[in-house]
């Protein structure tokens, strides 16, 4: 049965409301969770190690005695990276090497040391650029445990400086995934706990005698993990929650057909509400992508999730020309676009909103996915619109630099002086005050 | 009666503790506030308009007849510009520019306009940065209604680039402030709407008939708009959700004691809960400026707020040595740190984290607060570990920029391919394979 996606129309009436219908997604807030991993962060921030311990024996169905028996040791990690076919040791390594390469050139361009200047009377004026001391990375233990996103989380963070990297990653029944143990190795992670769920992000969070607090903490994880995560956002920092992945392909028409069916799949296949959208002015290939998506559908060891996932949360829109597709991509503001198109350059300098721009006809999102460099690591559900890649500088903090002269002091004092008296805030004016004289 | 400020000895057992114990801070979540919010967000979203205007009128005691009465046009903000008294409008014009000028070098400085740079086959990769479309700025209409504040939110989101930039300050019973408006003028808002709360966030959040949707809101506000905050977290961005104010001065007591005493009182002056500690490694000096702190008390306005605060929540540290208070330091991470001694970069370059660093003597923290340049929007409660200071980076994003040649396309097909299979996702294989060929 060919798989039905959804089609629409840019010049029909209604089209904008149709749009907002397949966008629409509202991220389920179970209030069970919630309580449940309330429970378990309060838990463990009373009791520490015997929390964490209880609960990843009785989740995780392990027998360990204490945390430290949790701990997988550097020569583990290193005997995984060892133990890996030499193909897929190497494959992994070019990734990680070019991903560090990425990080290090948006360290340097992005001021990553900071900046001073000094004005004319001699008041020094600036940014310190500083990393976090110590990093959280939630590896999921179960079907999306993915190496890649091993490296996408830690190697960020060292570039940045980072001191410690702790991931921590469950290992139901004790199974531990080796690319993951391989990938942690390559990233430089210092210290890993077979711990997940709520409980491992308190730990992280809180630190237990076992398991050192960190700043920040990243990673996916299920609906208790990213509920715990709500929870301890200011006690450390979080990343961004993420909701389904999502790709939008705007073409031009001149893209071998299957390989737009392919790239569509490539998201379709990650979970059942992941989203794939094509976009494109030429009606005649909408239907060659259509009839590819069905000729190479049964193909694929996922068509089953790829099918549920077009079928409910995908769609093919006919857009007048490439400018309006540009136009579009800018409403939905895409985790991923690609701009498979003639001369890309052309349509990218109109996108405003995107997570990450795959330009060209060659660049599918697979290989940003995995070794391109950038990372992958991108804002969903149109959070595009205010949110950026994870990156180098989500691992740094910035200080500002303050550096007032006497000459200075006497200028700036007045204003100071003047504004705080007129704000009712006269300690914020004395203290202007003493500095005049 | 003198002020009891704590005391602490760093030599003393049990120190660290008490310092925890000092620093401790709970934002007391109000479960009540909580649900109201959330009510007045569901209200406000299914019903737009009428809502914000039922919720205005009633909260803020007006008898406006459509959202479209409570803006204030451009003129009126003008207005209120030109009817300061000279010396106040050209205070309020000095620190307008300074802080324009400290964050446009931000911007230059930080990789503000992105990057790209070509590998040996032809592939580009890079950042591009882009600033958010449109974004709201909260301003409290009560007794921390502060001009200055206007201008530290509104202005890094200009720099950065934003279109619009959409004011909110309720004006109970019909009360405006003109230094709010005329810093609002200044500093480029684009549109000014009298409401406030619950309602207020609601509105910037999903939009209404009259009040366009924002992509971030940011700016300080009572109990009820940080839950608000809280809540739309994911639909827009936000901000971070301050504490109370912090100042931590270290001080080598080589400066006159009244400056610290007054430096320490313009933070306290800020309300009940603020925090005002000085560390030092001179005891005779801790001794002067607690009789600074007594002899001057009774002349401050906000006298009652000084005692309370100091009271509570102040201490006086006698360290070691300016190596163990710089180590004390980096422990409290504090919002705002003096550093008020000779040759204060030496200090400076052992901190790790802070908000803002004001160093030297003539560096007091109210000439930042106010005019030399840099955000007085800082992180607070310890969250200096892992944040920075509001900046132009909070209003622009980043999208990864990836443009695979069709030579590296074949290198990084292959790598990709690899570890697609290793983590059994063959579409995103097969994406990559197609353009091996």
Known sequence: MPVQIRKLDSSTPGFREQLS????????????????????????????????????????????QAVAALEIGREELQAALAGLAPQRREALQIAADRVRDYHQRQKQETGGDGFTYTEADGTVLGQKVTPLDRVGIYVPGGKAAYPSSVL???????????Q????????????????????AALAGVDRVFTIGGAQA???????????????????????YVAAAKRRVFG??????????SEILVLCDGTTDPDWVAMDLFSQAEHDELAQSILVCPDAAYIDKVEA???????GMPRRDVIRTSLTNRGAMVKVRDMDEACEIANLIAAEHLEISAEQ???????????????????????????CAGPNHVLPTSRTARFS??????????????????????????????????????????????????
């Open 201 to 223: 992000v308190g730990a992280l969070a809180y630190g237990t005698a076992t398991i050192p607090q960190v700043d920040k903490i990243v990673g996916p994880g299920n609906a």
């Open 292 to 298: 590819s998506i069905n000729r190479q559908l049964d």
């Open 388 to 437: 950026s890649p994870l990156g180098v500088y989500d691992f740094q903090k910035r200080s500002s630099i303050i550096h007032v002269s006497e000459a200075g002091a006497r200028t700036l004092g007045k204003v100071a002086a003047e504004l705080a008296y007129g704000e009712g805030l006269q300690a914020h004016a004395g203290s202007a005050e003493y500095r005049l004289k």
């Open 344 to 370: 890309p350059q052309q349509w990218a300098d109109k996108i405003r909103h995107a997570g990450a721009m795959f330009l060209g006809r060659f660049s599918s999102e697979s290989l940003g996915d995995y």
């Open 235 to 244: 006690i450390v920092g979080i990343d961004m929650i993420a909701g389904p």
């Open 152 to 162: 996408m989380n830690a190697i960020p963070a060292k570039v940045a400086g980072v």
């Open 21 to 64: 219908a397949v966008l629409a997604f509202e991220a389920g807030e179970d209030e069970a969770i919630d309580r449940a991993a309330a429970t378990i962060l309060a838990d463990v921030k009373a009791r520490g190690d015997a929390a964490v311990l209880e609960y990843t024996n009785r989740f995780d169905k392990l027998e360990a």
């Open 164 to 183: 410690e990297v702790i991931m921590v990653v469950p290992t139901p029944a004790g199974v531990k995934n080796e690319l993951v143990l391989a990938a």
